[in-house]
């Protein structure tokens, strides 16, 4: 199997959690923006508050799979 295609069954194999992940990360970094743009805060505070989305991420859909498995 080529690299294109282990790419292209990799992403139709997992499409709707791409655009999930995709969604989260534009909402994110749309909110710190906007937030960043209000507060006029420091520059490395903004990078930090950016990066903190990964765990943010993590943590959410960490929390959803298990509201669904206790179900």
Do not use: K
């Not at 791409?18 to 710190?32: C, E, I, Q, R, Y």
């Not at 520059?43 to 959803?64: E, K, M, P």
Request: proline share 1%.
């Amino acid at each position: 199997m080529s690299l294109t295609e282990t790419i292209r069954t990799h992403v139709v194999d997992n499409r709707s959690e791409m655009v999930t992940d995709l969604l989260f990360a534009l909402a994110w970094v749309t909110a710190v923006s906007i937030l960043f743009d209000v507060v006029d805060g420091p520059q490395w505070a903004y990078y930090l508050c950016l990066a903190a989305g990964v765990l943010a991420h993590y943590g959410f859909f960490t929390s959803v799979d298990a509201a669904r498995a206790h179900d």
